[in-house]
Nanobody
């Protein structure tokens, strides 16, 4: 059974930092590109960051330079370090394991950026 479990969300003040983690089980983690998406209240789910199996990363423009995605294939985890957080980063953050043929989602973790 495939499971992606996100953790690390919470309440943080603007300008602060959080580190999200996603633990994967039930898949051959090393062959999956991994990604983070987010969904703000009343909005669609949007792409945030992706990391390839070789460790190459790309980001949506709004988080470039503030967020860093990383993976540890030995631990089957993918992290998202989020710095200089803004109120507009408030959302539920989801982890995704993605191949062309199949994709798996976690259940999400809430990030609330508020003073």
């Amino acid at each position: 059974q495939v499971q992606l479990v996100e953790s690390g969300g919470g309440l943080v003040q603007p300008g602060g930092s959080l580190r999200l983690s996603c633990a994967a089980s039930g898949i051959i983690f090393s062959i999956f590109p991994m990604a983070w998406y987010r969904q703000a209240p009343g909005k669609a789910r949007d792409f945030v960051a992706r990391i390839s199996t070789e460790g190459a990363a790309d980001y949506t423009d709004s988080v470039e330079g503030r967020f860093t995605i990383s993976r540890d294939n030995a631990k089957n985890t993918v992290d998202l370090q989020m710095d200089s957080l803004k109120p507009e980063d408030t959302a539920v953050y989801y982890c995704r394991a993605e191949l062309v043929s199949v994709q798996y989602w976690g259940k999400g973790t809430l990030v609330n950026v508020s003073a």
